[in-house]
Each structure stands twice: as C-alpha cells, then as structure tokens.
C-alpha cells in the first residue's frame, strides 16, 4: 500500500477545516435521513439489538434488499443465499475483488475512479486496466469502444463498473452496457457493479439507470453493490450490500468475515423500513438533489467555469481553464483562500492524470443556504 497516501477527501476537509471554507469537496450531505429511519434505529438501540448480527446480515434487512430490487429493477435475488449487508459499499468492493481475483488477473474499469478501486485492485494483486472517460462534443463523458475491447485479454477476470458514475456524473446508456456485458460473456469475466447513486438519476440524464445484472447473460455472473449512505442520507452509518448469485455471495463473504465480520446491528432494521419507503420518498429525494445541482451549475458557471452535464450522482466537474487554471491540485489547494470554497481535483482519480489535469469536482449534496453561500464566495 506504499503508493497509496492519505486520500484527497482527507486533505481537502482538513483544508476546509483550516480555512473556514464551504467544504463542497467530500460527498457528504448535511441533512439527516427519513424521520421513520432514524426512529427506528432509535427503537432498535433501545430495544437490545447491539449484539453481533449474522454474517450475511439480519433476515429483515436481505428480505427488504430483495424486495428493492425486485420492485425498482425486477431482478429476482433470494435473500437467504444471494444478498449479504457490508460496512457500507467500500467493503462490499473490497470484498469482492479478493474473493474473485487472484494475483495477476486483470480489472478492466473506468477511470476517473473512486479511490477505493485502486486500492482495492492493489490489495488482492490483480491489476488495472482502465479505460479513460473523455467529454465528448456535448460535454457529456463517454469512453472509446475500441479502447474498451483493448482491455480485455486472457488475464481479463473482472470488470467493475459504476453507474451513475462518481465522480463525473455519468450515467452509462443502454448501448454502452451492451458493450461492457457482450464483453463479459465473450470472455468469461465476472463484473462487479458499483451503483450506490441508482436513485440519483436525473429527468435530464441521456438514459435511465440500468443494472448491467439485468442483460441477458449477466444476472449470474454480476455482483451489484449498493448501500443506504447516499439515497437516506445516513453515509457515517456504513451499511452497504451486495446481491448477485449465490457462489459469488459466499466466496465474498468469505473474505468479509476476516473483514469487518459484522456491522451495525441496530442500523440494520432502520435501513429494512427505508428501503420500504413509498416512491414518494424517492421521486422527492431525486427532486430535491436536482434543484441543488442546478443552483450550484449555475453559480459555477457564472463564476467563469465550464460545466459539464452531470446526469445523476452528488457531484458536478467543471474546467478549470477559463479560469487560466491548468493543473486542478494545485487551483484546489489555493481555492479556499482565494474564494473560502473547497472542491477536489478529478486527476487524482486517473492512472492517466492528464486527461483529468483541468477537470475538477464539486459535491452539491448540501443544504440550499450552503450551496448559495459557496455560489455567491465564488462569483466574488
């Protein structure tokens, strides 16, 4: 782990700590959750549930997983043998990747990344093969077909994909998890899904989210992981899943047993009612996420920023160039004394830096008071 440091978020909140600044680098809200999942977390802690948990998670929370996925994504999945709750999906990846791969085996994925994938990827010594998302002439990220199909060799084991797509707010389109699934089923590879914003997609997205477990032949070589942090609000209680077919379920929490082995007991119940919540929560969820993207673009883009679209997720990337910035580390560490606003730079997140040297992202998911007052640091 010696190439790995403290994180970007680390750095950039201590920064915004320091500074005094509105802190719209880390991908946190500063909101809490639904009032029926935080009383039913209550309930749960006073009630007793604070021992260890089962392994895979309790029954109640993998019947509501199922049961979400079914209702949103008509994916049949048994929660007996095909779902298992993890700290939060960064565990879920983790697990995942060193319960498939093994020394040597190759991970084809996109980049920018979230920087657990890497980490992750270094950890069961398997090696990236990442294929580069570029603005394409409508601003929108899309990525070479060709380079795609380059990735894939005979060392080729995995796949991971995340859609809606952090940090550029990409949401990959029907035609293009085509692609990534014939691939898959050309080379026999597993593919481990990352799809934590499934209800941050946004009317104005070039295409609804899809699960890639959903396409023909992939339901039973997909792992799809998620969690409740993003879509409840609730990212410091860590209570992620993975669903997929019941091989890879066990050989994944296999690994997480030596992992975290279990985690939140009283939050579990909590998350079970939210996932039961009617759509209304959902639609009005998405609703209000929208609204804050749309302040913060346009701010942004009155600041003298480039924006590009950001059709789902928490997070916007705008160019820096405009701006006479060339190199996003360096404007992000100097942003908070020239206009008290923390962003992050994008390039930290490609094994090809330069393609993302100009880019850097803003998280929107903030009260609209805050958003505004970041907005109006900017403009001045």
Known sequence: MRPFGTTIFAEM??????????????????????PEMLAAAAEA??????????????????SAIAAHEQRFWALARDPDTEVAVTAGATEAIAAAILAICEPGDEVVCFEPYYDSYAASI?????????????????????????????????????????????????VFTGA??????????????FAVTDEVYEHLVFPDAAAPHVPLAGLPGMLDRTLRISSAGKTFSCTGWK?????????????????????????????????????????????????????????????????????????????????????GGADGVEFCRELPARSGVVAVPTQVFYDRQDAGRHLIRFAFCKRPEVIDEAVRRLRN
């Open 176 to 189: 293009e998890l085509e692609l990534v699934a014939g691939l898959c089923r050309e080379y026999d590879v």
């Open 239 to 323: 209570i992620g899943w993975a669903t997929g077919p019941a091989r890879l379920v066990s050989a994944m929490l296999r690994v997480k047993q030596f992992l975290t082995f279990v985690n939140g007991a009283p939050l579990q119940p909590a998350v079970a009612v939210a996932l039961n919540l009617p759509d209304s929560y959902f639609t009005g969820f998405t609703a209000g996420m929208q609204d804050r993207r749309d302040r913060l673009v346009t701010g942004l883009t009155e600041a003298g920023l480039t924006v590009l679209p950001s059709e789902g997720t928490y997070f916007v990337t705008a160019d820096i160039r405009p701006l």
């Open 45 to 62: 802690l006073a009630g007793g549930a604070n021992q260890y948990p089962p392994l895979a998670g309790i029954p109640v929370l993998r």
């Open 122 to 170: 270094a950890l069961a010594g398997a090696v990236r093969r990442p294929v580069t998302l570029r603005p394409g002439p409508s601003g929108r990220y899309e990525f070479d077909p060709d380079e795609l199909r380059a990735a894939f060799g005979g060392r080729t084991r995995l796949v991971l994909l995340n859609s809606p797509h952090n940090p550029t707010g990409k």
């Open 13 to 34: 909140s201590a920064l915004a700590a320091r500074t005094g600044a509105v802190n719209l680098g880390q991908g946190f809200p500063d909101t809490d959750g639904p």
